[in-house]
C-alpha cells in the first residue's frame, strides 16, 4: 500500500487527548493517528450508507457493500437504529436476485 504524508493543525485540546490516546493504546503518534482515522472514516462511510438506505437510495445489500461490511452486522445496526429500509417492491426483488446469485 503506497502511503502519502498529510499534516495538519490541531488544537491544543485535541492533541492532550491523542497523547492520553497514544499512552492508553501503546502506538506512535503516526500510528495513533492512522489508527483514529481509519476508525473515523469507517464511522462516516456507516453513517452515509445508513442515510442512503434509510433514503432509498441504495439497496440493502449495495448500503452493506458501500459499507465495507457483511450483511449480517449492517442488519444488526439497522435493528438497533431502527432504521425503516424497506421503501418499494423494486427493491425487495433486487435483493433476493442478488443473494440467489
Known amino acids: 500500500m503506497t502511503e502519502i504524508s498529510i499534516s ?6 485535541v492533541f492532550k487527548e491523542l497523547e492520553t490516546f ?13 489508527k483514529l482515522l481509519a476508525e473515523g472514516l469507517q ?9 442512503y438506505l434509510e433514503e432509498g437510495k441504495v439497496t440493502f445489500l449495495k448500503a452493506a ?4 461490511i457483511s450483511v449480517w452486522d449492517l442488519a444488526d445496526i439497522v435493528r438497533e437504529k431502527g432504521i425503516v429500509w424497506i421503501k418499494s417492491e423494486k427493491y425487495i426483488a433486487e435483493d ?6
Open 8 to 13: 495538519a493543525r490541531i488544537p491544543e485540546d
Open 22 to 34: 497514544m499512552k492508553e493504546e501503546s502506538l506512535e503518534k503516526s500510528a495513533s493517528i492512522r
Open 43 to 51: 464511522h462516516w462511510k456507516e453513517q452515509q450508507t445508513l442515510k
Open 65 to 68: 457493500q458501500m459499507s465495507g
Open 96 to 101: 433476493i436476485k442478488k443473494a440467489l446469485e
